[in-house]
């Protein structure tokens, strides 16, 4: 008699959007079978119980994707959900997923380490964020974590796209006024705006609440400055790198992890390879022992490779199944 086929669920939770991978196993074989997407997953903001409702819908349109009449009997689902961020998070999030799916194995963990997973399968390393905001974790053999960055824009978020837009609005602001040299920002950045002039930014940055996606995205503004040969920008750009490697290099302090151990990037601007590249660099140069890369799968599928960790004994050929079964995913 052929043995059941095991089926796991890993879960990417953010402020705007929840989403959800489904993956069967059968034998040595592993198919990411049907992916889902629901609302806003922040525990903060809608509470444990309204993640579970939005994990439901992602797990039945997951299931359909996946030409199933129903959610299967899930074996291990791995949920990692924007805003849990203290071990009181982790407990009521945990008591929610055992009201959800009774009988169901499962871990709640900061979405920053399904990201991390997304890079190597739940292995121990470490995960710099930089996008509008920015954060560093570090995730232990134990299961720990040590987190540094993550403070929102008024209190931190030094070295993210929020960062490097309000610096070049500061700059182009400085230029305006001749306490510093022009700089190709101020056109560059008025355009992007659809602005006139200097003093057109007011309305803008004053008007209402504070723009925080409008300023950062105003960061792949400066970089394209910056690789064009703008003084100024690069100025921005090299605080930015040294910022994001002051997050690791604090980690490295915290979070004690051997020497090398991987390094996850993830977030818009590492997606510029000028930023990415100066960044590696950095870290060569402080010799952090970490090494940098960006992540093979997204974090919900990081997620499931979290959950057949959970479920079963993680073997060797296990992370490369997982790696061509998401390259042949079917959603």
Avoid at 86 to 109: E, I, S, Y
Wanted: charged share 20%.
């Amino acid at each position: 008699m052929s043995r059941r086929p095991m089926w796991y669920a890993g879960v990417d939770a953010g402020g705007t959007e929840t989403k959800l991978w489904l993956l069967r196993q059968e034998g040595r074989e592993f198919a990411f079978v049907g992916r889902g997407t629901a609302g806003p997953g922040n525990i903060q903001d809608v509470g444990p119980d309204g993640l579970m409702e939005e994990i439901r819908k992602c797990l039945a349109q997951a299931a359909a994707a996946g030409g199933l009449a129903e959610p299967p009997a899930l074996d291990a689902l791995v949920v990692g959900a924007a805003g849990i961020g203290r071990p009181q998070d982790v407990a009521r999030t945990m008591d929610a997923l055992a009201r959800a799916f009774p009988n169901v194995k499962a871990q709640a963990h900061n979405d920053a380490i399904v990201a991390l997973a997304g890079g190597t399968l739940g292995d121990p390393g470490a995960v710099v964020i930089a996008g509008t905001g920015s954060t560093a974790w570090a995730y232990s053999a134990d299961g720990s974590w040590v987190r540094t960055g993550g403070w929102g824009y008024l209190l931190g978020d030094e070295g993210s796209g929020f960062a490097i837009g309000l610096e070049a609005l500061r700059r182009v602001t400085r230029a305006s006024d001749g306490r510093e040299e022009p700089t190709s920002l101020t056109s560059a950045i008025l355009s992007a705006l659809g602005v006139a002039e200097e003093w057109d930014l007011i309305p803008i940055m004053y008007g209402g609440p504070v723009p925080k996606q409008t300023i950062a995205g105003l960061a792949p503004v400066v970089l394209k400055e910056a690789e064009k040969g703008d003084r100024v920008a690069q100025e921005v750009v090299e605080q930015a790198v040294s910022d994001v490697t002051d997050l690791v290099a604090a980690l490295r302090q915290r979070g004690g992890l051997p020497d090398p151990s991987p390094l996850v990037v993830v977030g818009g601007l590492f997606s510029n390879s000028m930023f990415f590249e100066r960044f590696r660099e950095e870290i060569s140069r402080r010799r952090l022992g970490f090494e940098p890369a960006r992540p093979v799968m997204d974090p919900a599928a990081g997620a499931c490779a979290m959950a057949v960790r959970l479920a079963t004994p993680f073997e060797p050929w296990m992370k490369d199944a997982l790696i061509a079964a998401y390259s042949q995913r079917s959603a």
